[in-house]
C-alpha cells in the first residue's frame, strides 16, 4: 500500500481539471457555481484514473486533485484576470 505524491503530475493533473471545467462552462454559460463543484469530482476522478497508478492511489489523487482543483480555480482563472483589471486601471487611471 505504497502512497504516493507525485507533485509535478498532480500540478499538471489539477491543470487539467480545472481546464477541462472551464472547456464545459462553455456549453453550458449560465450554470449556476453549485454545478461546478458538482462537476469537480468526476473530473478529478477521471484524470485520477488516467494516471493510475493502482486502486489507492487514483483515491489519493482523486483526493489531492479535488483540493487542488478547488484551489487551482482562482490561482489559474480569476488571479491573471484581477492583476491585468489593476495594470489596466493602474496604466489607464483616466478610463
Same mark, same amino acid.
Given at each position: ?9 498532480? +500540478?499538471? %493533473?489539477?491543470? *487539467?481539471?480545472?481546464?477541462? /471545467?472551464?472547456?464545459?462552462? =462553455?456549453? @453550458?454559460?449560465? #450554470? ?6 458538482? +462537476?469537480? %469530482?468526476?473530473? *478529478?476522478?477521471?484524470?485520477? /484514473?488516467?494516471?493510475?497508478? =493502482?486502486? @489507492?492511489?487514483? #483515491? ?16 489559474? /482563472? ?18
Amino acid at each position: 500500500m505504497g502512497v504516493t505524491f507525485d507533485w509535478l503530475l498532480l +500540478v499538471g %493533473a489539477s491543470i *487539467s481539471v480545472v481546464g477541462v /471545467i472551464e472547456w464545459l462552462k =462553455g456549453f @453550458f454559460p449560465k #450554470a449556476p457555481s453549485w454545478i461546478w463543484r458538482m +462537476v469537480l %469530482a468526476p473530473v *478529478s476522478l477521471g484524470v485520477a /484514473i488516467a494516471a493510475d497508478g =493502482g486502486p @489507492f492511489q487514483v #483515491a489519493t489523487n482523486t483526493l489531492a486533485l479535488l483540493a487542488m482543483g478547488q484551489i487551482g480555480y482562482p490561482m489559474l /482563472i480569476q488571479l491573471p484576470g484581477v492583476i491585468v483589471e489593476f495594470f489596466k486601471r493602474t496604466l489607464n487611471p483616466g478610463k
